[in-house]
């Protein structure tokens, strides 16, 4: 778990995220710096952007999502970010300037901050895939390991919300019989997103050596999965209603900019190696990022604070996406795409327990079961449980800490079909 008193919002963060206000209900795009949220739609209307490469008169932070911000040239986001890097401290000082564009976090409500029409959830953790293939009896197909095993999922989805109220579906009841009945094992998905900035034209295929000028931020995110319903559903032709009904983030958006300081190489080599297509060609250093990720639960019998889904910054380099295991083939035409990738480690405890899976199913084999869970008789989710995420970087350059806040939600009772 975090430290109560840190923020991960820093100065060298200013990540994005559209909010909302009780004096202000429309929507409207924001930044954030330490526990203040800063209005940009009122910056933009002073003239604060006027002057910079792609905005002039244009309305681009008075929109209720940052699709506008998002798809201009990388050179043009680069210089908003770095003018408010430098003027909002000065600004926060000024006391008229800071009553009319600083709001206290705790004042807004976060809405979900890009339009999305593409939403593609890759299956690329080694271990979860070797995991749930033991689980749900399946074998591992040859292509996984060639390339990117990925699905297009349901972008009504897509969501910012801090309740989940659980999902129906078809199972066998006590009886034998077939019903449509609510889940009795919800899960979570620890992952992070990726939102696109820049699309492809239509036939153009992408070198990977540009990919990150194609990739707008990042935010934590939890694909929350009905493991029971999803058994039954899933072959021949994969999830539906299992994996369809809740897909979280966190509101605010990390942008590649400030990931920058945490760029590092990857640690794990992909066996076979990679396609020509799919070979990083940078800077060895510069494929991957260092970001600590943490799930833990609330609920009225047990906390968990990170200690089962913590991941170390060190071993981070097998996941996060730049070359191990995300084609860019799905880029395509739109600028609003989101993709969702899976986190996990091979990390244990001083007993040897595996701490680096981030969903309870995988706990159920010998070899992944945690004693913490066990101890407290923890299966699935139960109604009334709170989930959150935290993801934390640490600067190459400052040693500053900065962060992507919280993705967290409440789990509420299923809706009563009255049948």
């Keep these: 778990m975090s430290d109560s008193n840190s923020t991960p919002f820093s100065i060298d963060n200013i990540p994005f995220g559209v909010i909302s206000t009780a004096d202000n209900p429309a929507p409207r795009c924001a930044t954030a710096l330490d526990h203040d949220v800063i209005d940009l739609s009122a910056l933009e209307n002073d003239g604060f952007f006027e002057s910079m490469q792609g905005f002039g008169k244009k309305s681009i932070f008075s929109k209720p999502y940052l699709n506008d911000f998002a798809s201009l040239p990388i050179e043009s986001r680069r210089q908003a970010r770095n003018s408010l890097r430098d003027g909002l401290p000065q600004l926060r000082e000024d006391k008229s300037k800071a009553n009319r564009y600083f709001i206290s976090l705790d ?28 689980i749900f009896g399946l074998s591992e197909s040859p292509n996984w390991r060639v390339i990117p095993s990925v699905y297009n999922g349901r972008t009504s989805s897509l969501n910012v919300a801090t309740t989940l109220t659980r999902p129906h579906g078809v199972l066998k009841d006590e009886t034998g019989e077939y019903a449509f009945t609510p889940t009795k094992k919800l899960d979570m998905e620890l992952e992070m997103g990726v939102f696109i900035s820049k699309p492809l034209n239509s036939g153009q295929i992408l070198d990977i050596k540009d990919v990150k000028d194609h990739i707008f931020g990042f935010v934590i995110l939890n694909d929350w999965s009905a493991r029971d319903i999803q058994a039954f559903e899933m072959a021949p032709l994969g999830p539906f209603h299992s994996k369809g009904f809740g897909t979280y983030i966190s509101p605010w958006i990390v942008t590649m900019d400030a990931l920058d300081s945490v760029q590092s190489a990857v640690m794990v080599q ?44 060190e071993e981070m380099g097998n996941h996060m996406i730049l070359r191990t295991r995300t084609s860019m083939s799905c880029i395509g035409p739109r600028i609003n795409s989101l993709l969702t990738l899976q986190v996990r480690v091979k990390r244990t405890d001083e007993n040897g327990e595996k701490t680096g899976l981030a969903c309870l199913v995988e706990r159920s084999l010998p070899h992944t079961a945690i004693s913490a869970l066990k101890k407290d008789g923890i299966e699935w989710f139960k109604d009334g449980d709170e989930v959150i995420m935290e993801g934390w970087c640490v600067s190459r350059a400052t040693g500053s800490k900065f962060g992507f806040g919280q993705c967290r939600a409440t789990i509420t009772p299923a809706v009563s079909l009255g049948l």
């Design 107 to 134: 004042l807004v409500q976060n809405h979900y901050p890009m339009q999305t029409a593409n939403f593609s959830d890759f299956y690329c953790s080694l271990e979860h895939a070797q995991n749930c293939s033991a």
């Design 270 to 313: 992909q066996d076979p190696a990679p396609l020509p297509h799919l070979t990083w060609k940078g800077d060895g250093g510069d494929a991957t990022f260092n970001i600590n990720l943490s799930a833990y639960v609330i609920s009225e019998f047990i906390l968990l604070a990170g200690a089962d889904l913590d991941l170390q910054e």
